[in-house]
């Protein structure tokens, strides 16, 4: 069956970075776009863009675009999403979330910016 | 970008009666391949969002059939009938039409 396994609970300091991962299994990982989406505390959804593991490229919501950055390795059909010059505007739950109808979602990584 | 606004913010329901949600979009959302652009999403507390409703009016994977949806280019209505526990919880619509992707502000379904 389809799997998003999202990495763990993050606490990271204000400029510094972090990268979350999000592990797919049970499909074609290099056939389906990734997305990436952001939930504030109390707030709604917001999208961050998407990568197409099969050739890498990369789309991003203007918003995010040099706050994220989006890979993935295909070897372990994992995505991976890179926020930079954290905030405390940036503490959120990130999920991922499978092709065109984010059909599929990760369980969410809190990531919270505190000194 | 297009903005969604869903209502009501948030609605109380007796278990087995019915909730009706809307959600209107500033602009068209049907697309150039004819096909309607708007998705409904639940997010039960504590969890991730789940697909309920995908191209506004077909019901996802192992949704069950008490869930409907339809409407216009702009206008759009999600219908839960006979609501049970599991009902509970926010409910979003968003749209692919273009980008950025977006999504309402959600709306909170708590039984009576």
């Known amino acids: 069956q389809v799997q998003l396994q999202q990495s763990g609970t993050e606490l990271v300091k204000p400029a510094s970075s972090v990268k979350i991962s999000c592990k797919a299994s049970g499909y074609t990982f290099t056939s389906n776009y990734m997305h990436w989406i952001r939930q504030q505390p109390g707030n709604g959804l917001e999208w961050i863009g998407w990568i197409y593991p099969g050739n890498g490229n990369t789309k991003y919501n203007q918003k995010f675009d040099g706050k994220a950055t989006l890979t993935a390795d295909k070897s372990s059909s994992t995505a991976y999403m890179q926020v930079s010059s954290l905030t405390s505007e940036d503490s959120a739950v990130y999920f991922c979330?499978?092709?065109?109808?984010?059909?599929?979602w990760g369980q969410g990584v809190m990531v919270t910016v505190s000194s | 970008d297009i903005v969604l606004t869903q209502a009501p913010l948030s609605v109380s329901v007796t278990p087995g009666e019915s909730a009706s949600i809307s959600c209107r979009s500033s602009?068209?959302?049907?697309?150039?391949?004819?096909?309607?652009?708007l998705y409904w999403y639940l997010q039960r507390p504590g969890k991730s969002p789940q697909l309920l409703i995908y191209q506004m009016s077909n019901l996802a994977s192992g949704v069950p059939d008490r869930f409907s949806s339809s409407g216009s280019e702009t206008d759009f209505a999600l219908k839960i009938s006979k609501v049970e526990t599991e009902d509970v919880g926010v409910y979003y619509c968003?749209?692919?039409?273009?980008?950025?992707?977006?999504f309402g502000a959600g709306t909170k379904l708590e039984l009576k």
């Open positions: 968003g749209h692919r039409l273009e980008y950025p992707y977006t």
């Open positions: 979330g499978r092709g065109g109808y984010f059909d599929y």
């Open positions: 602009k068209s959302l049907l697309s150039s391949k004819g096909i309607t652009s």
